[in-house]
């Protein structure tokens, strides 16, 4: 294969078969993505906060997980496209780079209007993908544990107990943070939204997924989600039936354990290991970290379980087209959720409450189940993936209307 732009074929044809499996996956991490944004007011809960019981449940069972599983969904995109190509004697390398560059602009136009865009973050990090994909397995899986152990917190702890300089500050984002939420919820006008969330709200945006460990995490289940590719995992789904019940059984163990030491760690007084400083701090950290991640894979694997249960496969399948036209349907929460939940619109943040926010989310998510689809019916694509798609190979003799 010669190392150089692949060129756009004068036709480009419709995907291949899709596989239902993981566009329903897709589908179930999009709901929880959803109803995420949805009680979190997309963003403004954190000025306006009601932890309620509905409030805690949800964010226990999608937070941080929803987001997790798409972004491991995005490393196995990787590896069909990729492996597609190779199969055609095509190195995508550079168009994939080209791809990741259009979703960093759709994703940046998107964070104008909402600053929790994670689109922009997937162009960014996705590139890690074209450093690791020559490893073999098992350097792949040496490398995604490495990302999603976390080890900058180790250090960060270590630096904290000896009271390096520096080491005790409060990370910067939270003061950013804090300020940026307080400018958006006063905007009035979408030129006013726009303006905090072009430079403001990115730096704080990206000063969290360095400081938070979210930058890393994506690193290693991007690589995870290669990993997985690579074996079969979702295409050969009998061949791993009881590799995923042993793995279910460990996932849901690992829950438990760090469940309950999560808790019992908050449970402690801020100075039992220092007198004043960051230290318990950067220890919770490392635990909810590795909570979000068994909770992720404990989830994940339960959904293929039930999917795979021939009376439940049927109404799972319902999310499936929700994960063909992914992109579109990430995109339009924002278009619906910002208006009525910012004060450039309803302002719905100060009046709605967790438990209407809950509700209204759910409908909104079955009201694009429905769009989603009578669209799939009609189009190969959905309207931002025929765009992305057609951008990327620089033409549009993209088939769109079936």
């Known amino acids: 294969m010669q190392n150089t732009f692949s060129p756009a074929p004068s036709f480009i044809t419709p995907k291949p078969q899709r596989i239902e499996l993981v566009d ?10 959803c109803l995420v944004h949805f009680m979190e007011y997309f963003e403004l ?22 987001y997790a599983i798409f972004a491991l969904m995005f490393g196995l995109s990787f590896f069909i496209i990729m492996d597609n190509q190779a199969r055609k004697g095509v190195d995508f390398r550079y168009r994939f780079a080209w791809r990741l560059v259009i979703l960093l602009i759709i994703g940046y136009i998107h964070t104008l209007l909402y600053l929790g865009d994670i689109l922009s973050v997937l162009g960014i990090i996705g590139l890690s993908l074209l450093f690791v994909q020559k490893l073999n397995n098992r350097w792949l899986l ?13 250090y960060q702890l270590y630096a904290a107990l000896n009271n390096w300089p520096g080491a005790n500050d409060a990370p910067a984002h939270w003061a950013v943070f804090s300020e940026v939420y307080s ?15 072009s430079w403001d709200g990115l730096t704080a945006k990206w000063l969290y997924f360095v400081e ?18 690579r074996i079969g995992f979702f295409t050969q789904v009998e061949r791993f039936a009881k590799a995923r019940v042993v793995a279910l059984v460990i996932a849901l163990v690992a829950t438990t354990a760090f469940y309950v030491l999560d808790n019992y760690l908050k449970q402690l007084p801020a100075t039992i290991l220092q007198e004043k400083g960051m230290a318990k701090m950067y220890l919770e950290q490392i635990i909810g970290c590795y909570l979000s ?21 049927k109404t799972l399948n319902l999310l499936a087209p929700c994960g063909r036209i992914s992109l579109s349907i990430y995109l339009i929460q924002a278009v619906a959720g ?9 302002g719905g943040y100060l009046t709605l409450g967790q438990t209407n926010s809950f509700l209204l989310g759910v409908a909104f998510y079955g009201l694009l189940i429905a769009i989603a689809h009578w669209w799939v019916k009609r189009f190969y694509y959905g309207p931002v993936e025929w765009l992305w798609r057609s951008a990327t190979y620089m033409t549009t003799r993209v088939p769109f209307k079936r």
Not at 338 to 346: E, N
Request: hydrophobic fraction near 60%; charged fraction near 5%; charge should be positive.
């Open 24 to 33: 329903a996956i897709r589908g179930f991490a999009l709901m929880g993505i």
């Open 45 to 66: 809960y954190w000025i306006n906060q009601d932890p309620t019981l509905l409030h805690n449940i949800v964010f226990f069972l999608f937070a941080g997980k929803a």
């Open 142 to 154: 040496i490398a995604a544990v490495l990302c999603l152990m976390q080890l900058p917190f180790y």
């Open 183 to 197: 400018t958006i919820a006063k905007a009035t006008s979408f030129s006013e939204l726009i303006a905090v969330n």
């Open 212 to 229: 938070s460990g979210r930058g890393i995490q994506l690193v290693g289940l991007f690589i995870v989600g290669l990993l997985l590719g």
């Open 293 to 313: 991640t068994a909770m992720m894979a404990s989830i994940l694997l339960l959904f293929i379980q039930l999917y795979l249960w021939q009376p439940l496969t």
């Open 338 to 346: 910002v208006p009525l939940f910012y004060s450039v619109g309803l």
